[in-house]
Antibody, heavy 118, light 107 residues
Framework: QVQLKETGPGLVQPTQTLSITCTVSGFSLTSYYMQWVRQTPGKGLEWMGFIRSGGSTEYNSEFKSRLSISRDTSKNQVFLKMNSLKTEDTGVYYC????????????WGQGVMVTVSS | DIQMTQSPASLSASLEEIVTITCQASQDIGNWLAWYQQKPGKSPQLLIY???SLADGVPSRFSGSRSGTQYSLKISRLQVEDIGIYYC?????????FGAGTKLELK
């Protein structure tokens, strides 16, 4: 059974770095693209980037200078790191699974709420 | 960036009514369009992918269609469990972009 679960810090101070882990089960990271999407009060749902089944990445230029996505296939984990956080980065961060091709993001994690505040 | 203009922003409908939500893409995105439903406190759930294909486990009262760069989600007979916010997403070219959402309520 496919499962995704995000874990993260909850509260991060402005200018600091956010680190979130997405732990998956029921499928292999080498067979799917893994997406990161966030939902903020100011901008709604925003696509952040993905890591392909082969390990290469693509980022939304909105975040490119401060966003990094990586993975550890042996641990079935995907990582999001974003630096220079601002209060506007407060929101819920989701990981989601995607096939190659126009098949949508078929499984999502429950999301992790991140608050950026001093 | 490709803009997805979603309408209406909110919609009030009665049980068993037909509901239609649309997304207009700012340029050609082929069939790289998906629809999601989100309920309060939950993650988005895939309803339709490839513009017209029903995701696994989604009731057949949901359907998707395409006319050029306009995409529509139709609920043929609204049920109580369909209440929520609906979003379209284009994944044709990065940055992928979501519509602003349609809040569906019961009349």
């Amino acid at each position: 059974q496919v499962q995704l679960k995000e874990t993260g810090p909850g509260l991060v101070q402005p200018t600091q770095t956010l680190s979130i882990t997405c732990t998956v089960s029921g499928f292999s990271l080498t067979s799917y693209y893994m997406q990161w999407v966030r939902q903020t009060p100011g901008k709604g749902l925003e696509w952040m980037g993905f890591i392909r089944s082969g390990g290469s990445t693509e980022y939304n230029s909105e975040f490119k200078s401060r966003l990094s996505i990586s993975r550890d296939t042996s641990k079935n984990q995907v990582f999001l790191k974003m630096n220079s956080l601002k209060t506007e980065d407060t929101g819920v961060y989701y990981c989601a699974r995607a096939h190659r091709g126009p098949k949508g993001f078929d499984y999502w994690g429950q999301g992790v709420m991140v608050t950026v505040s001093s | 960036d490709i803009q997805m203009t979603q309408s209406p922003a909110s919609l009030s409908a009665s049980l068993e009514e037909i509901v239609t939500i649309t997304c207009q893409a700012s340029q050609d995105i082929g069939n790289w369009l998906a629809w999601y439903q989100q309920k309060p406190g939950k993650s988005p759930q895939l309803l339709i992918y490839g513009a017209t294909s029903l995701a696994d486990g989604v009731p057949s009262r949901f359907s998707g269609s395409r006319s050029g760069t306009q995409y529509s989600l139709k609920i043929s007979r609204l049920q109580v469990e369909d209440i929520g916010i609906y979003y379209c997403l284009q994944a044709y070219s990065a940055p992928y972009t979501f519509g602003a959402g349609t809040k569906l309520e019961l009349k």
